[in-house]
């Protein structure tokens, strides 16, 4: 009786307002199939429903499981943070990289010769990367022999991180200023931007080789001037054996790396155990060979910082 009753009052319009108070998504699909039965001028003659449409792919059954949520904005920021992290991380990787003499792997860098693996005893993947290593090295030398922290091509190398803050990226300072000697022990650097004045005065004063307070130039906001006091002999024979050592260092992490393509040439099948054992050998003369280079430059470097 009450369902007739219901349905009575329905085709009447009249308990259209009291909709409002029923959840719309129970409440709607019936009405809605209710009200299409109609007539044309009862359906025109009153809004089919108080509260708003919802969309159909928003409405779910009551057995269903509760809708899942977006992730929280805190951790949304936190993932995006550490996205950004690791992207200036790996910026900073690579500028170190590109601004280093150790180019091994820079795709910047000069292009060697590939390690081959039709011709095991073909080494001049290995020679291509000790003449770059000799290159910077006999140039760090070069510039001990000649004035050593005087230089100011050795200044020039100071990395500086412009933007601490923000990025871990750092450059040689000769990118952001200009250096040049003003005569005696006077050092001046004249820098490209206002923004580099400050890193540039941290770096130096973080520096083991240059640890002092850069003078201002009244006159110039961009201009600072360095005095360098002389080297010891004993710090200048220092100097020159730990360039001599990181040179060594560089020499066998090329030997390691061709090593490693021996080892997996052999795991693949493409070479044999003697052919391996052969190649090594020949290796290790090429390494010996570059060392004793090295303990040549060397000497000659010595006794040069011995004699001053």
């Not at 201002?216 to 020159?240: F, K, Y």
Request: contains cysteine; proline residues 7%; charged residues 35%.
């Amino acid at each position: 009786m009450r369902n007739t009753a219901a349905r009575a009052l329905l085709r009447q319009g009249l308990t259209i307002p009291e909709l409002g108070r029923v959840s719309h998504d129970v409440i709607r699909p019936a009405f809605n199939a209710i009200n299409a039965k109609r007539p044309q001028c009862l359906r025109q003659r009153g809004p089919e429903i108080s509260s708003p449409r919802l969309p159909l792919d928003n409405l779910r059954a009551f057995h269903t499981t509760t809708a899942a949520y977006k992730s929280k904005p805190g951790k949304a920021k936190d993932t995006k943070s550490k996205k950004n992290n690791n992207s200036s991380n790996g910026a900073a990787a690579t500028t170190e990289t590109e601004n280093s003499h150790d180019d091994d792997d820079d795709p910047n860098g000069p292009k060697h010769p590939p390690a081959n693996p039709e011709n095991p005893l073909d080494f001049a993947d290995v020679l291509s990367r000790m003449r770059r290593h000799d290159e910077y090295f006999r140039g760090a030398l070069k510039k001990l022999k000649t004035g050593g922290r005087f230089n100011p091509d050795i200044l020039g190398t100071l990395r500086v991180q412009p933007d601490r803050k923000n990025s871990a990226v750092t450059y040689p300072l000769r990118e952001l200023a200009q250096v040049s000697s003003q005569g005696g022990r006077i050092v001046s650097v004249l820098a490209h931007e206002e923004a580099y004045v400050k890193p540039i005065l941290s770096a130096v004063q973080a520096s083991p080789d240059f640890n002092q307070q850069p003078q201002r130039v009244p006159d110039n906001e961009l201009e600072l001037l360095l005095r360098i006091e002389p080297e010891s002999r004993e710090d200048l024979l220092r100097r020159v054996k730990a360039t001599c050592n990181d040179w060594r260092d560089r020499a066998r992490a090329t030997r390691r790396w061709r090593e490693k393509h021996h080892a997996n040439w052999r795991k693949d099948g493409g070479m044999g155990p003697d052919l391996k054992r052969a190649a090594e050998k020949e290796l290790d003369k090429v390494v010996k060979a570059k060392m004793v280079e090295i303990d040549d430059a060397e000497k000659e470097a010595l006794k040069a910082a011995e004699s001053k």
